[in-house]
């Protein structure tokens, strides 16, 4: 029997193409600013998000697409993430589902 991969090794082996468009973006970086939790930062599994220097950064070419910042900026936060899918052949590839 094989031994089952950790969710960082699982993660780890996934391949990126990353398109030099960002697919995430903010409506007005002014409502992060202003958001009380920030709970982008605390739900994604791939640390897209990091608040520096009184502004929110997002590394988008790490994206897992799951979709749970959007519903945590639009349920507990200001509302400012505008999120879609990359484009066509862009983005995650999982290896392990
Ligand atoms: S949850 Fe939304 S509004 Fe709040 S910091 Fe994150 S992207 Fe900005």
Do not use: K
């Not at 193409?17 to 920030?38: E, G, K």
């Not at 349920?75 to 995650?92: D, E, F, I, K, M």
């Amino acid at each position: 029997m094989v031994g089952r991969l950790s969710i960082a090794d699982a993660l780890g082996a996934d391949a990126f193409d990353t398109d030099s468009i960002a697919h995430l973006a903010l409506s007005d970086p002014q409502l992060c600013v202003t958001c009380a939790r920030r709970p982008c930062i605390q739900v994604c599994p791939a640390e897209v998000y990091h608040w520096e220097e009184g502004r929110l950064r997002i590394s988008y070419e790490n994206c897992l697409e799951t979709g749970a910042c959007r519903i945590a900026c639009h349920v507990l936060g200001n509302r400012a993430l505008v999120w879609n899918y990359p484009a066509t052949g862009h983005g995650v590839q999982y290896r392990y589902g």
